[in-house]
């Protein structure tokens, strides 16, 4: 029997054991350690991928359906929702377990050895401000794990488990405050670490702070969108009643990797029928239209996904968009990034001071900042988080795979068994 850490993310998946005294990541698409989170169901081999797999599939044209963000799901009415196939309907319940026995069916492969027991990674907050619908989060996502074969199930806040990452490294004690920004959630932990506390039994004492908000790099994508992709489909655009704007909810659905697939629907489509007739711009509502139509919601999404990423390393990128009857390249600067997500940041920021208020510590208690999750390479979440701890020095974790090896650590200390 073997336990194992799983850190289930909103954009990436990776799953950590512990072997030999030392801590690793199990390769789970091909050798790489880090596997997307999206299943695609392919309608012409009437077979499921998950993972970069599911990626390929879906931009080669396969027939199918591609979902991604499928943990935003949890905390929401959504998870006890079903959506259709070609065949039947599936609840998302069953797209998250569909997606999980992979992952652990991969894993197993990649040891040779049955996991049995996990520690799952959560968010701090599944849901802002609701403390009954975050437990009902995590209970859902303990059932699933079990019906897809887990026996023993516990849960650690993934900025705890990059933490006890991070700890492996230091060489005296630190107050540090951990900065986990993954693609759905930011989370942080004040935590005091040190070679003499990693043995200790009871790490309770060593947390001074736990907080979180709903806030990650898919927003930071839908943002992004709304303000440079859709306005090229007639988003804000006006309709002939005078004083009129075309409704947001159309826009804002297909901005949203998590509801991408809802307008895939034969009521959405009435509904773009009836405001291309309504609108005064209605060459912009065709191409809303064709994007629907040829269901190239997600590839517009990664497009914008792709111009954020590089705009991390440049001033401007360029965002490409085929509509299937030619291509629109718009150039995207970072100012355009920074004055879309200018909100998001802020809020990110806040919630770095409610952490330390929380701890009951002042910015200049602290001594290190470890960054971890991929939406730390955005330069103006990198830039909100320091300037609330201006004296603390920055340290680059491993952006995708240090809450996973925390995990591994925690199950290690929990369970015992490797």
Not at 23 to 35: E, M, N, S, V, Y
Request: glycine share 12%; net charge negative; aromatic share 6%.
């Amino acid at each position: 029997m073997t336990a194992c850490g799983l850190d289930f993310g909103t954009s990436n998946t990776t799953l950590g054991v512990q072997g030999d005294g030392a801590f690793r990541l199990l390769p789970l698409d091909g050798g790489r350690t880090t596997l997307p989170s999206a299943v695609f169901f392919d309608f012409e081999a009437d077979a499921v991928t998950v993972g970069q797999g599911a990626i390929d599939a879906y931009v080669s044209g396969v027939e199918g359906r591609l979902m991604r963000s499928i943990k935003s799901m949890l905390g929401t009415d959504l998870i006890d929702a079903d959506t259709a196939l070609r065949k039947g309907r599936i609840s998302f319940r069953a797209v998250i377990a569909t997606f999980l026995e992979q992952v652990k069916r991969r894993a197993e492969e990649a040891l040779g050895s049955e996991l049995t027991d996990v520690v799952l990674g959560r968010p701090v907050h599944f849901v802002d401000g609701d403390p009954a619908g975050d437990a009902a989060a995590e209970e859902t996502l303990g059932e699933i794990a079990r019906s897809v074969g887990f026996r023993s199930i516990s849960f650690q806040y993934e900025p705890i488990a990059a933490a006890l990452d991070y700890e492996q490294q230091v060489t005296g004690e630190e107050l540090a405050l951990i900065a986990d920004i993954g693609g759905g959630t930011s989370d942080f932990s004040v935590v005091r670490i040190g070679p003499d506390r990693r043995g200790k039994a009871d790490r309770s004492g060593d947390i001074l702070a736990n907080d979180g908000i709903r806030v990650g790099g898919t927003d930071f994508d839908r943002d992004l969108s709304l303000a440079t992709a859709m306005p090229l489909l007639g988003h804000g655009s006006a309709m002939k009643r005078q004083g009129l704007l075309a409704p947001k909810h159309l826009f804002l659905d297909l901005a949203t990797w998590s509801k991408i697939n809802f307008l895939y629907t034969a009521k959405a489509m009435a509904d773009l029928e009836r405001l291309h007739r309504d609108s005064a711009a209605p060459d912009r509502i065709e191409r809303l239209i064709g994007v629907v139509e040829h269901r190239l919601g997600h590839a517009l999404a990664m497009a914008v996904e792709r111009t954020k990423i590089a705009l991390s390393d440049g001033p401007e990128a360029g965002l490409r968009l085929d509509w299937g009857d030619g291509d629109l390249t718009r150039p995207v600067s970072v100012a355009d990034l920074n004055g879309a997500t200018a909100v998001l940041a802020g809020r990110i920021g806040g919630r770095v001071r409610a952490s330390l208020a929380e701890a009951g510590t002042d910015a200049s208690a602290i001594d290190a900042v470890f960054l971890t999750g991929g939406s730390t390479l955005l330069p103006q979440v990198r830039a909100a988080i320091l300037a609330e701890v201006p004296d603390a020095r920055a340290v680059e974790g491993n952006i995708f795979g240090s809450v996973g090896t925390g995990l591994a650590i925690e199950a290690g200390r929990r369970y015992g068994r490797v």
